[in-house]
């Protein structure tokens, strides 16, 4: 229920999330978002026809007979199932399975997904409903004629089908593309120094800051150039990038003035049964704006350490602090965020039962005219998962409780149930949605803290080494916070999805 002479900033930022930090701002008459539409689709037919037949002609000579081999030979499953635990992409482990088959230098490898995805009262708003159709392509070269080269080069088709609104933002669709295309000069064997160039995967820790964001239709890549050292006792990554921005109909570039450097330190053996990780970002954005209104550049230096690893009596952890510091056009950068996770396995129990609990914390931005910048910058997260499978708030201005489940029936199959509590961290700040960018703000400060609690419940089964299968649901529903700010409907999600990988 909106309250009488309360100043309300409106989202305009959809439930949609984006890889490229641009949103589809959708509006009514009344300023608010979302609004169902009717509208006819736009498809490149002629490209698509040609494509989705040259794929069937090339992929279908690999897919049967690897296939019945694969199940004939009673292969264990294969960690690159498709769920919200794994997000990361499978052409390298595809390219282990391409390689029993062809020439040891080449490769070929590649994925199909289908899923299916519904939203009710989306934006919080009631009746505005949507349910539409996502398609992914994915085919890839692996040439590797030595221990110390290998290129890798991966095209990308992905669509979709039946949305409301348009056109459809670029997390969704992008017609055939270049995804991946990178060199690497690394021996395999020794280890030690390497480089990577080109346009590639940067994934880091649990991709709470840098991520692949795979579960996402298009994800995301960047062009970089990568130089790391690897031993068995370190991993040392020193990077300079720039993130893609999905431009379909058009070839995918990299975003001009939002550049982001690295050093990212990993000790897997440091700490007994456990892995530290230490890291300073860079990331570098020209043309932002003040709390003034002022235009200039933006240095946010983001700095942070992670820890996970195990426990006696069968308990795990993790730890992620960050801090971050720089300035905005002039204004002062100073924020923060935690992650604090405790697991518990027990032994020889049926169902294999996790139980977890877990907090995140994000600073926000306590006034918005004191030239002093408070929110946290998530950077390029994967943040499916993490804070709530309807992908509603992201890591900043948030404070999050989560309990959770998982049960493993069998080693094929897994089944998560987690509830989460989200408040904000500031009254005068904004929700920030799984992008980061604002879903609602009160800027004389909001008289509740409460967002909300979700409920999600998921899982997913592998079939075969290569199919697997996926479902879930959520529902939020909504506190004071959101009852003030928005409409105020309680608001659910559901998918279902298909993924093969070749």
Same mark, same amino acid.
């Given at each position: 229920?909106? @309250? ?6 409106? %989202? ?11 949103? =589809? *701002? ?12 009717? *509208? ?6 002629? #490209? ?24 004939? &030979? ?63 392509? *994915? ?24 949305? &409301? ?16 295309? !990178? ?15 080109? =346009? ?28 790391? !050292? ?30 982001? /450097?690295?050093? !990212? ?15 300073? +970002? ?34 795990? !952890? ?6 971050? $510091? ?8 100073? $924020? ?7 697991? /518990? ?5 049926? +169902? ?26 998530? +950077? ?44 904000? &961290?500031?009254?005068?700040? &904004? +929700?920030?949605? #799984?992008?980061?960018?604002? %879903? ?8 509740? =803290? ?23 649901? #959520? @529902? ?24 093969? @990988?070749?």
């Amino acid at each position: 229920m909106f @309250h009488e002479h309360t100043s309300v900033s409106f %989202v305009r930022c959809p439930f949609i999330p984006t890889t490229d930090g641009d949103e =589809r *701002r959708m509006e009514d008459d009344e300023g608010w978002v979302m609004p169902p539409r009717q *509208r006819t689709k736009k498809h490149s037919s002629v #490209a698509a026809v040609l494509f989705w037949t040259a794929v069937v002609l090339v992929v279908t000579p690999f897919i049967a007979p690897r296939a019945y081999a694969q199940e004939k &030979a009673g292969d264990s499953p294969s960690s690159s199932t498709e769920s919200h635990t794994s997000t990361r992409s499978s052409p390298h482990r595809a390219t282990e399975r391409s390689n029993q088959t062809t020439e040891e230098w080449l490769s070929v490898g590649g994925e199909i997904r289908l899923r299916w995805e519904g939203r009710r009262h989306a934006g919080f708003r009631s009746g505005n409903d949507d349910g539409y159709l996502l398609t992914r392509f *994915r085919f890839h070269l692996d040439v590797h004629p030595g221990e110390w080269f290998r290129a890798y080069i991966e095209g990308q088709d992905a669509q979709a089908l039946g949305l &409301a609104g348009g056109p459809d933002p670029p997390v969704f669709q992008d017609t055939f593309d270049l995804r991946q295309a !990178y060199i690497d000069l690394f021996h395999r064997q020794k280890r030690g120094l390497g480089l990577r160039l080109g =346009r590639q995967e940067l994934i880091f820790g649990e991709e709470r800051l840098i991520g692949a964001f795979n579960w996402g239709n298009t994800a995301r890549t960047f062009d970089a150039v990568r130089v790391y !050292y690897e031993t068995k006792a370190i991993r040392l990554d020193a990077f300079a990038a720039s993130v893609v921005r999905i431009q379909d109909e058009r070839f995918n570039r990299t975003a001009k003035g939002d550049n982001l /450097y690295g050093v !990212y330190t990993a000790f897997p053996r440091l700490i007994p049964r456990g892995r530290w990780e230490v890291y300073t +970002l860079w990331r570098a954005q020209s043309q932002t704006v003040n709390e003034r209104g002022e235009r200039g550049d933006a240095d946010r230096v983001t700095f942070g350490t992670r820890l996970v690893g195990k426990l006696p009596h069968n308990f795990d !952890y993790g730890v992620e602090l960050v801090g971050q $510091a720089g300035d905005v056009a002039g204004d002062r950068v100073r $924020a923060w965020a935690a992650h604090l996770q405790l697991g /518990y396995t027990p032994a020889r129990v049926r +169902l294999k039962p996790r139980f977890l609990a877990e907090y995140n914390f994000a600073s926000g931005d306590d006034d918005p005219n004191d030239g002093k910048v408070g929110t946290f910058d998530q +950077l390029f997260p994967t943040n499916h998962n993490k804070y709530g499978i309807a992908d509603l708030v992201g890591w900043r201005n948030m404070h999050n409780l989560r309990l959770g489940l998982s049960l493993k029936p069998t080693d094929r199959t897994g089944i998560h149930f987690d509830v989460h509590s989200f408040w904000l &961290a500031s009254r005068r700040d &904004a +929700l920030y949605n #799984a992008p980061g960018r604002p %879903v609602a703000r009160i800027p004389e400060g909001a008289t509740s =803290r409460h967002i909300g609690e979700e409920i999600d419940l998921y899982g997913s089964i592998k079939l075969t080494t290569s199919l697997s299968l996926g479902a879930g649901v #959520a @529902h939020l529903f909504a506190g004071q916070f959101l009852q003030q700010a928005t409409p105020g409907e309680n608001t659910m999600f559901a998918y279902a999805m298909a993924s093969y @990988h070749f």
